[in-house]
């Protein structure tokens, strides 16, 4: 039986072996897989605000996507995962909030899922595919043995990307 590995929010996991790493709760956070193609090796993260740089003091760099990714990646990196190897899949961004007033809608499920890709564009890791947006919570599920990420939403059948 395969070890179960659970991301909180603003955190990230990393791992090297037959483990699943699972975030609950994806509302307009994301959560971000990134996984080596050859190994069992990956890791996710559960982020929860797209800059950092908007914030004079930072006291969780896993809250932010600029910062919590590329620490990720060097967590991967020293666990021997060549970047060259890395692949990404993500989750969430939704919009859990509807205003009447749109001027009060900042859409920070959106503006976290534009952070992530330009983040991941970066650092040169791909993204192979995405289950972003709409107005629902996830759960996101990344078996690193199968090399899977499953997306189960409320209500929805659960969605291999």
Same mark, same amino acid.
């Not at 009060?104 to 330009?118: F, K």
């Given at each position: 039986m395969d070890k179960e590995i659970m991301v909180g929010i603003a955190d990230y996991k990393v791992a090297a072996g037959p483990y699943k790493i699972i975030t609950l709760g994806l509302g307009s956070c994301v959560g971000i897989c990134i996984y080596d193609i050859i190994s069992m090796a990956g890791g996710m993260a559960h982020i929860m605000l797209p +800059?950092?740089?908007?914030?004079?003091?930072?006291?969780?760099?896993?809250?932010?996507?600029? /910062?919590? @990714? *590329?620490?990720?990646?060097?967590?991967?990196?020293?666990?021997?995962?060549?970047?060259?190897?890395m692949v990404a899949k993500i989750a969430g961004g939704a919009s859990m909030f509807r205003f009447a007033d749109k001027?009060?809608?900042? +859409?920070?499920?959106?503006?976290?899922?534009?952070?992530?890709?330009?983040?991941?564009?970066? /650092?040169? @890791? *791909?993204?192979l595919a995405e289950d972003t947006g709409g107005h629902a919570g996830r759960t996101l599920i990344l078996d690193l043995k199968e090399k899977t990420v499953l997306v189960r939403m409320v209500g929805k059948e659960i969605k291999t990307l």
């Amino acid at each position: 039986m395969d070890k179960e590995i659970m991301v909180g929010i603003a955190d990230y996991k990393v791992a090297a072996g037959p483990y699943k790493i699972i975030t609950l709760g994806l509302g307009s956070c994301v959560g971000i897989c990134i996984y080596d193609i050859i190994s069992m090796a990956g890791g996710m993260a559960h982020i929860m605000l797209p +800059d950092s740089t908007q914030f004079q003091e930072v006291t969780n760099a896993k809250k932010f996507a600029n /910062l919590a @990714i *590329p620490e990720m990646v060097s967590e991967l990196e020293r666990l021997g995962v060549p970047k060259k190897n890395m692949v990404a899949k993500i989750a969430g961004g939704a919009s859990m909030f509807r205003f009447a007033d749109k001027s009060l809608n900042m +859409d920070i499920g959106r503006r976290n899922v534009a952070s992530v890709h330009i983040t991941l564009k970066q /650092l040169g @890791i *791909p993204v192979l595919a995405e289950d972003t947006g709409g107005h629902a919570g996830r759960t996101l599920i990344l078996d690193l043995k199968e090399k899977t990420v499953l997306v189960r939403m409320v209500g929805k059948e659960i969605k291999t990307l």
